[in-house]
């Protein structure tokens, strides 16, 4: 070995080679020689070392106001992944960049920079050298050093595949417990053990946990956002969600045990009881529309439950208002009733195609008759004006008339009403449904006691729209196939209805033979039906009681119900989450994400249909997937890592995940740590001219810590870094006259041998002569 002082590499070398030529009888003096060679450096990434960059800055006392701004810039310094969609919840470590937190391993990127055959005849050509740029080099190869966590489990990687697998060891253990609230109880004889083994956090962190889940903003988050299109084959929730915010957190509350996770659905449920009784909307939840029952049954109660507060805080808001205007009615109570006889003469005559007037045609949550295809004003031109009945006057909730359609009784306009929106129902209400229908048979007549609310309520409204109708009119417009028309009527009604209005009236038909049936139902309920309009019904969805059966669940429900639930929503959110990190255009890592969900939607299939706790084969299924779920976030964190390094240059991204991914494809799925399919990831890239100064840029200048080795610093730099390592190929070549080689050689050809060969390796505090080799006939 020679210690190296502040001599350039290459001139050093060169004084190694001369030193060769000792044992040599040529004249050296007398002789100019012609050097060969080839040369190549190695450049490494350095790790990020802000520790040491604080060491230097506390020792300097000159600068001690910059140490203090250095010092802040540190402390608040991002981190690779401060904007990927995981890191609200951990951070990972960058598979491509060393952090500085593994010693035996170097993590980065090593670039081989090699120089093609130079020739040089002077000590002083050696030395240029020194000061040749990277640039100049003939290749450059981008060698990826990647973090050993990768393809190994054995790491204390943290993320959503480590934390789902505590929700599933959850799921699995053994317990007496009907509610939730039993494992923090002082009663249960097993929340000793449980106090033992699992500890929940303080109750600060419990509060800032309920805090952000309820006080983050009441503004209604985005449900498609990060969705995949096979996540709704998973019945969890939406990944914006109330409850899949609080499975998401579940995760990360006390190390997902049962009794912490009892005791943050306890505070959970108690807020939402707060909400309740105050009125106060719930947040990331959807106050309108129609329930989602593709979801799990606690995000439908939950959307209910928003709905019945939102129906609440108006029913409360209407009950103000009345109050507020009875002092007004009192007043004016007495000139109501002088204008009346007025007001009536001139409703009858001034009211439009549906006479309504005193109450808004389109109040929130009535529906219109889709079929509403024109307005009939009441003018000269109407054939049946003369026919028309007083009772015109008094229709109330009119949507319009219906296309020509008359009634039975009397030649006036059948008119859609405006009804109530159809009583919102769970996916368990459904079943109640269903089971009761099973239970009695497919008859007619329960079916109609199983809607014998919203029925009568359409009824009314019809009724009221139409104050001259029968229940035959109420068939042909609500159930059209159980009106069967003459043909002469259905050969009337394709003619011109100005010419055949009085042909067509009354409509000819009679009604279907079940609805004809002695002791119809259907007319037992038109007869009991009074007349109203849909905004003087009662509203067929009582959010009192409605929301009170909500609340009463979601307090009772047994725990493995929760945890079932939790597992295929906690599942699908984490999936929905690692879904919107951008990795460019890497085929495989999409197809691997597809085949995530396919994975998962079949493994929790049997947790959707409500499957009891214990099934041991069931657990062990989903162990498997917490383990295929973690390898996609292992690759999904490289193809993010390389995606951001490489954005201006996507081969170099789409080439060393695409040689990883084949690498790595052979452990995903297995469960044991211990399958060697193969040694080491071993890659070498050749760069193309206009990648390299995107590998360039990722040599940042070396911070004062880093870079202490300038002091000894040899040249070559790239962008501050010298190389790690140097290699250099020397040779000497003289012609083959006068020896046996040149017998064989042409007549005026005198060919060169290589007499001398040195291979040298070195770095900037040592050098090594691996060979050397000397030959000479």
């Known amino acids: 070995m020679i210690v190296l002082l502040k001599l350039s590499f290459p001139l050093v070398c060169a004084r190694v080679l001369t030193s060769e030529f000792a044992y040599s009888t040529l004249d050296h003096s007398m002789h100019i020689f012609k050097v060969h060679l080839i040369m190549k450096l190695t450049y490494r990434t350095l790790p990020n070392d802000d520790e040491g960059d604080d060491d ?171 969705e995949h299109k096979s996540s709704r084959a998973i019945k969890g929730a939406p990944v914006e969600s109330l409850f899949a915010q609080f499975c998401l957190r579940s995760l990360w509350f006390g190390n997902c045990s049962i009794r912490a996770i009892a005791v943050l659905w306890i505070e959970f449920v108690r807020e939402i009881r707060w909400c309740w009784e105050e009125s106060q909307p719930l947040p990331k939840m959807p106050a309108n529309g129609s329930i989602d029952l593709a979801t799990c049954l606690i995000n439908q109660k939950l959307q209910m439950l928003a709905i019945c507060i939102e129906k609440k805080h108006e029913l ?44 808004p045609l389109t109040p929130k949550g009535f529906n219109g008759s889709k079929t509403v295809v024109s307005k009939f004003s009441t003018n000269s031109q109407d054939v049946c004006s003369a026919d028309k009945s007083p009772s015109d006057s008094i229709r109330r909730g009119s949507a319009g008339p219906v296309g020509s359609m008359k009634l039975l ?39 109609a006691q199983l809607e014998r609310e919203t029925l009568s309520s359409d009824m009314s409204a019809f009724k009221a729209a139409n104050p001259d109708a029968v229940f035959e009119d109420f068939i042909r417009w609500h159930s059209p196939r159980d009106w069967e028309n003459d043909e002469s009527e ?72 929760l945890l079932e639930q939790m597992i295929c929503t906690a599942f699908r959110a984490s999936a929905d989450t690692l879904n919107q ?66 954005i201006q240059a996507p081969r170099i991204s789409e080439a060393i995940f695409s040689d990883y991914y084949n690498f790595y494809l052979p452990t995903m799925g297995m469960g044991s ?12 890239l050749q760069l193309r001219l206009n990648e390299r100064h995107v590998v360039s840029n990722m040599f940042t200048p070396p911070t004062a810590n880093q870079s202490w080795r300038k002091v000894l610093s ?44 040195m291979y040298i390796r070195g770095t900037s505090n040592d050098l090594r002569v691996a060979l050397s080799v000397t030959s000479h006939d």
Not at 336 to 349: L, N, P, V, Y
Not at 673 to 684: A, G, I, L, N, S
């Open 490 to 561: 259905a050969n009337g009604l394709s003619k011109n209805l100005a010419e055949n209005v009085k042909d067509d009236w009354p409509p000819r038909g009679r009604l279907s033979q079940r609805m004809s049936d002695h002791g119809n139902l259907w007319r037992k309920i038109w007869n009991d039906a009074p007349i109203l309009p849909a905004y003087e019904q009662k509203p067929l969805l009582d959010p009192n009681r409605e929301g009170e059966k909500i609340l009463h669940y979601l307090e009772t429900v047994r725990p493995h119900q």
């Open 56 to 226: 230097i800055q506390e020792a300097d006392a000159e600068n001690v106001e910059s140490e203090v701004s250095l010092g802040d810039d540190n402390r608040n310094k991002k981190l690779w992944d401060d904007d990927c969609p995981w890191s609200e919840w951990y951070s990972a470590e960058d598979p491509v960049m060393d952090t500085g937190l593994m010693d035996s391993m170097h993590v980065g990127f090593d670039l081989v920079t090699t120089w093609s055959e130079k020739v040089v005849e002077s000590s002083f050509e050696m030395a240029e050298l020194e000061n040749a740029s990277p640039h100049e080099a003939e290749k450059w190869i981008l060698v990826p050093n990647l973090s050993p966590n990768l393809d190994s489990s054995k790491g204390d990687r943290v993320g959503f595949g480590s934390q789902l697998q505590l929700l599933v060891n959850a799921l699995d253990m053994p317990f007496e417990a009907q509610f939730m609230e039993d494992f923090v109880s002082v009663e249960n004889p097993g929340s000793d053990n449980l106090k033992s083994s699992m500890v929940i956090p303080p109750p600060t962190v419990l509060e800032r946990v309920v805090n952000d889940l309820f006080h983050e903003g009441l503004q209604l988050p985005d449900f498609a956002k990060g």
């Open 409 to 447: 009784k009397s030649c006036q306009s059948l008119h859609a009403p405006f009804t109530q929106n159809a009583p919102l129902m769970t996916e368990d209400m459904h079943e109640e449904r269903l089971h009761a229908v099973e239970a009695f048979g497919d008859s007619f007549s329960f079916s």
């Open 673 to 684: 740590t211990d399958v060697d399919v193969q040694k080491e990831f071993d890659m070498k």
């Open 581 to 646: 990190t951008k990795f460019g255009s890497l085929k495989q890592m999409t197809t691997k994400m597809d085949q995530l969900y396919r994975t998962m939607a079949s493994t929790l299939r049997p947790l959707q249909v409500n499957l009891s706790s214990g099934n041991s084969e069931t657990i062990e299924d989903l162990r498997r997937l917490c383990i295929v779920f973690e390898h996609v976030e292992k690759l999904l964190s490289l193809a993010a890592s390389l995606h951001r390094k490489f």
């Open 316 to 359: 409360y808001e209407e009950f103000e208002d009345c109050i507020g205007s009875n002092d007004d009615a009192s007043s004016h109570m007495e000139e109501d009733i002088q204008a009346g006889e007025k007001s009536t003469s001139f409703h009858a005559q001034s009211q439009g195609f549906d006479g309504k007037s005193d109450s």
């Open 714 to 757: 040899m040249g070559n730099l790239l962008n501050g870094h010298e190389p790690i390592l140097r290699e250099i190929i020397f040779s000497m070549r003289e012609n083959a006259g006068g020896s046996h080689y040149a017998a064989s050689s042409p007549r005026g050809y005198q060919p060169e041998i290589e007499t001398y060969r």
